[in-house]
């Protein structure tokens, strides 16, 4: 599979949430282009994961440089993830 750079992999790690130590097997997408780690909301809120707002939202742009249509990332949730023995 390809992105930006050539190449993207998907890898199933496990993800911790720190304030309640649940633990889920989740398929991740790995992208050498990707500036941070994101989680998708609708497992967030399947999950019931705990979210907290941030006091600025960050804007997401498109490839194109148009907005996106999910808007802003406005809340955050805190959560460890690991693959083998690497953890983020």
Request: proline share 2%; aromatic share 12%.
């Amino acid at each position: 599979m390809l992105d930006a750079c050539g190449v993207f992999l998907i890898l199933f790690i496990k993800a911790l949430t720190t304030d309640t130590a649940k633990t889920y097997s989740i398929k991740a997408l790995l992208n050498c282009g990707v500036t941070g780690s994101f989680i998708n909301k609708g497992f967030v809120w399947a999950k019931g994961i705990n979210i907290q707002s941030i006091s600025h939202p960050i804007p997401v742009f498109n490839i194109d440089r148009s907005s996106n249509k999910a808007g802003q990332i406005s809340k955050v949730a805190d959560i460890v993830l690991w693959y083998n023995f690497h953890l983020e």
